[in-house]
C-alpha cells in the first residue's frame, strides 16, 4: 500500500481554515479516497490535553519558547499515534495547522530562534512532512473580525492567541507570507478574502493541480 497523502492548512485566526478543510475533506471522499480529518494542536488524547493548556488562560500565560516546547510534545504525540499511522495504511490526511503555524506564532511572531524550531522539525516530525500545504492569506483587520463573529456565535471567548493585538498578527500574516515564498513546491498561497465558494475552487485547484487528482 503505498503511503496516503498529507496536506495541512495553515493562516490566522479566522482565514478560513476550518470552514474549507472539512469542504475538502467531503470532496475527497466524494472522489473516492479514505480520508482522517485532523487538527493541531490536538488530535490524539495527550495532544487534545495539551491544546487546553495553550489556548486558554492569558496570553502572557507562556512564553514563545515554552509555547514551543508544548505545542511540539502536543505535534509528536500527535504523529505517533495519529498522523503516521493513516499515512501508513494509505489514507489522506488533512490537517488544520501543523509545523508552519509553530514557524509563524512562536517564530516570526514570537521571536523563537528559527535553529531551535529547525532543530525541533528535524528530529520530531522528521519525515512527516506535508505533501501540499494551503496557507490562506488576508488582511489582519479581516480575519480577526471574521473571528470574533465565529467566537460570538459559538458562545467563547477569544483565545490566548486572538487577544494578541494587531502587530502580533501583522508579523504573523508575514511569517506565512515568506513560508510561501520560501517554499512553493510544497506551498501554495489561498486568497482568503474571497467567497467561501471562491476559496473552495482555489482550494480544489491547488490539491488538482499538485496532487495530480481528479474528481
Ligand atoms: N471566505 C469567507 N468569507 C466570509 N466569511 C468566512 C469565509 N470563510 C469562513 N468564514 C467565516 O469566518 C469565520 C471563521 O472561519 P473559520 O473557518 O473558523 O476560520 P479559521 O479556522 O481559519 O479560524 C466563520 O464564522 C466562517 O463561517
Ligand atoms: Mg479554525
Given at each position: 500500500?503505498?503511503?496516503?497523502?498529507?496536506?495541512?492548512?495553515?493562516?490566522?485566526?479566522?482565514?478560513?481554515?476550518s470552514t474549507q478543510v472539512r469542504r475538502l475533506v467531503e470532496r475527497l471522499r466524494v472522489a473516492g479516497h479514505?480520508?482522517?480529518?485532523?487538527?493541531?494542536?490536538?488530535?490524539?488524547?495527550?495532544?487534545?490535553?495539551?491544546r487546553d493548556l495553550v489556548l486558554k488562560g492569558s496570553a502572557d500565560r507562556w512564553s514563545p519558547v515554552t509555547?514551543?516546547?508544548?505545542?511540539?510534545?502536543?505535534?509528536?504525540?500527535?504523529?505517533?499515534?495519529?498522523?503516521?499511522?493513516?499515512?501508513?495504511?494509505?489514507?489522506?490526511?488533512?490537517?488544520?495547522?501543523?509545523?508552519?503555524?509553530?514557524r509563524a506564532y512562536q517564530g516570526g511572531a514570537g521571536g523563537v530562534a528559527p535553529g531551535l524550531i529547525a532543530?525541533?522539525?528535524?528530529?520530531?516530525?522528521?519525515?512527516?512532512?506535508?505533501?501540499?500545504?494551503?496557507?490562506?492569506?488576508?488582511?489582519?483587520?479581516?480575519?480577526?473580525?471574521?473571528?470574533?463573529?465565529?467566537?460570538?456565535?459559538?458562545?467563547?471567548?477569544?483565545?490566548?492567541?486572538?487577544?494578541?493585538?494587531?502587530?502580533?498578527?501583522?508579523?504573523?500574516?508575514?511569517?506565512?507570507?515568506?513560508?510561501?515564498?520560501?517554499?512553493?513546491?510544497?506551498?501554495?498561497?489561498?486568497?482568503?478574502?474571497?467567497?467561501?465558494?471562491?476559496?473552495?475552487?482555489?482550494?480544489?485547484?491547488?490539491?488538482?493541480?499538485?496532487?495530480?487528482?481528479?474528481?
Amino acid at each position: 500500500m503505498a503511503r496516503g497523502r498529507f496536506i495541512t492548512f495553515e493562516g490566522g485566526e479566522g482565514a478560513g481554515k476550518s470552514t474549507q478543510v472539512r469542504r475538502l475533506v467531503e470532496r475527497l471522499r466524494v472522489a473516492g479516497h479514505d480520508v482522517v480529518a485532523t487538527r493541531e494542536p490536538g488530535g490524539s488524547t495527550g495532544a487534545e490535553a495539551i491544546r487546553d493548556l495553550v489556548l486558554k488562560g492569558s496570553a502572557d500565560r507562556w512564553s514563545p519558547v515554552t509555547e514551543t516546547l508544548l505545542m511540539y510534545a502536543a505535534r509528536r504525540d500527535h504523529i505517533e499515534r495519529a498522523i503516521a499511522p493513516a499515512l501508513e495504511r494509505g489514507a489522506w490526511v488533512v490537517c488544520d495547522r501543523f509545523f508552519d503555524s509553530t514557524r509563524a506564532y512562536q517564530g516570526g511572531a514570537g521571536g523563537v530562534a528559527p535553529g531551535l524550531i529547525a532543530a525541533l522539525e528535524n528530529h520530531v516530525v522528521a519525515d512527516v512532512r506535508p505533501d501540499l500545504t494551503l496557507i490562506f492569506d488576508l488582511p489582519v483587520a479581516v480575519g480577526l473580525a471574521r473571528a470574533e463573529t465565529h467566537a460570538a456565535a459559538a458562545g467563547h471567548a477569544e483565545t490566548r492567541f486572538e487577544s494578541k493585538g494587531a502587530a502580533f498578527h501583522e508579523r504573523l500574516r508575514a511569517a506565512f507570507q515568506a513560508i510561501a515564498a520560501a517554499e512553493p513546491d510544497r506551498c501554495a498561497l489561498i486568497d482568503a478574502a474571497d467567497t467561501i465558494e471562491g476559496v473552495e475552487a482555489q482550494v480544489w485547484a491547488a490539491v488538482a493541480d499538485r496532487l495530480a487528482i481528479h474528481g
